[in-house]
């Protein structure tokens, strides 16, 4: 399957700074995703990301706080911007996978963040 | 609207006994469906799928989970626990038109005792 490599892999931020997490992917993928997952909380879809446009944002979540940059197939930024204790989380890139027949959807280790 | 239940938001059981994890979906036709384990501390890793087919689908670890339609539930089980499996459990759904988002339920915190 797709092997995922996310970093950092855990910050503790100030508020009111911005954090960038990247997400690489050892093969090329139409679509990748970033996801949030907030303390004891189950996860929630930021936006979903796809080479040469715009991230597709959910409900709730704007470009202006999580903007997303996407420049090629195997590469993906996703930027916590002005940070506030509230934005504690794991963040998590996901990619479909399909190295194996109807494989799934592969996810990161995770970017643990802690704003102080 | 769409939604994914788990009932049990904690789950305890002796090493060596059975587990079985519930969930419950509402989708609009039958969608793909994923169980993802979260070890502390660790990302996701995917346990089985369901696609379509043989609705009795086995996963790795020695997990499996069985798809009943009429039921909109596709339920996980483990014959005999490990204090290894010790972890967080989510379900979740997708598209089966394309990729795209996976809605997750809330996840069900598995201990597991000598």
């Known amino acids: 399957s797709a092997v995922i490599s996310q970093k950092p892999s855990r910050d503790i931020c100030q508020r009111g700074t911005s954090l960038t997490i990247q997400c690489q992917v050892d093969?090329?993928?139409?679509?990748m995703f970033w996801y949030r997952q907030q303390p004891g909380q189950s996860l929630t879809l930021i936006a979903t990301?796809?080479?040469?446009?715009?991230?597709?944002?959910e409900s709730g979540f704007v470009i202006d706080k999580f903007p997303i940059s996407r420049p090629n197939l195997t590469f993906s930024t996703l930027t916590v911007s002005n940070m506030s204790p509230e934005d504690s989380s794991i963040y998590l890139c996901?990619?479909?996978?399909?190295?194996?027949?109807?494989?799934?959807?592969?996810f990161g280790s995770g970017t643990r963040l802690t704003v102080v | 609207a769409q939604s994914v239940t788990q009932p049990d938001i904690h789950i305890t059981v002796s090493e060596g006994a059975s587990l079985e994890l519930r969930c419950n979906y509402s989708?609009?036709?039958?969608?793909?469906l994923f169980w993802y384990v979260q070890s502390p501390g660790q990302g996701l890793q995917l346990l089985l799928k369901y696609f379509s087919g043989d609705t009795l689908v086995q996963g790795i670890k020695g997990f499996e989970a069985e798809f009943k339609r009429s039921q909109s539930s596709f339920n996980l089980r483990k014959p005999s626990v490990h204090w290894s499996d010790a972890a967080e459990y989510f379900c979740?759904?997708?598209?089966?038109?394309?990729?795209?988002?996976?809605?997750f339920g809330a996840g069900t915190q598995v201990v597991v005792t000598p």
């Open positions: 990301a796809n080479q040469g446009s715009e991230a597709t944002y």
């Open positions: 989708y609009g036709a039958t969608p793909y």
């Open positions: 996901s990619v479909e996978d399909e190295t194996l027949e109807a494989e799934g959807y592969t």
């Open positions: 093969s090329q993928v139409t679509m």
């Open positions: 979740a759904v997708g598209p089966t038109d394309s990729w795209g988002k996976l809605q």
